[in-house]
Every structure is written in structure tokens, then in C-alpha cells.
Nanobody, 124 residues
Framework: QVQLVESGGGLVQTGGSLRLSCAASKRTSSTYAVAWFRQAPGKEREFVAAISGSGGNSFYANSMKGRFTISRDNAKNAVYLQMNSLRPEDTAVYYC?????????????????WGQGTQVTVSS
């Protein structure tokens, strides 16, 4: 069982930056891929980015490319999401999720482990 805890959310102005963190309860390196999803009010939860267990591979949803960067520090059992050039439409609850094996999945059911989420609000 893997427990995940997100942190780092908050209120930021348009164009600002935030760095989200996802702390895992156990060592996840080389075994668990981790992804970030987000859910805006009244919308479905959507994929943001994912990273492989080693941290050597990652990919992003098209709308986040060039603005968001996913990374991980396996020595700290942590995954990060650096968000730059934030827009009001990025306002959402951001969740990290984990799965054993491949990182190349964007569907929620592929990830059995989830955190509780952290709120990100971007003001215009």
C-alpha cells in the first residue's frame, strides 16, 4: 500500500508560479510511476503529467507542455510539479497518483493510489 500526501497549493496571480510536492509513505523508486491529475469545479479529473519510477522519462498533457515540469527525488520519496506561467484556467484541485510499472497511462483507473489533493487558485 502506498499513501500519498500533496502539498504546496495556494493562491497565486496570473503569470505566477507554484511548486507542488507529493510525498510517498514508502520507497517508490524504480517501482512506481507517479502522475499528477487535476480537477476543476464542475469538470472531470484530467491528466496533467506522469514520470517513470527512475525519473528518466516523463510526459505531459498538451496544454501543460512548456509550462509545467514533473520531477522526482527518490531519496526523499517525493515527486514535484513545477508550474509556471499560471492561468486562471489552471485553477483546480491537484492530485498525485501512483501505479506499479509503466508511467505511460493517462486514465484515472490505471492508478490505484491517490492523495487527497491540494487546491491551486490562480487569480486574474
Amino acid at each position: 500500500q502506498v499513501q500519498l500526501v500533496e502539498s504546496g497549493g495556494g493562491l497565486v496571480q496570473t503569470g505566477g508560479s507554484l511548486r507542488l510536492s507529493c510525498a510517498a509513505s514508502k520507497r517508490t523508486s524504480s517501482t512506481y510511476a507517479v502522475a499528477w491529475f487535476r480537477q476543476a469545479p464542475g469538470k472531470e479529473r484530467e491528466f496533467v503529467a506522469a514520470i517513470s519510477g527512475s525519473g528518466g522519462n516523463s510526459f505531459y498533457a498538451n496544454s501543460m507542455k512548456g509550462r509545467f515540469t514533473i520531477s522526482r527525488d527518490n531519496a526523499k520519496n517525493a515527486v514535484y510539479l513545477q508550474m509556471n506561467s499560471l492561468r486562471p484556467e489552471d485553477t483546480a484541485v491537484y492530485y498525485c497518483a501512483a501505479r506499479r510499472g509503466s508511467f505511460s497511462y493517462t486514465d484515472r483507473p490505471e492508478y490505484p493510489y491517490w492523495g487527497q489533493g491540494t487546491q491551486v487558485t490562480v487569480s486574474s
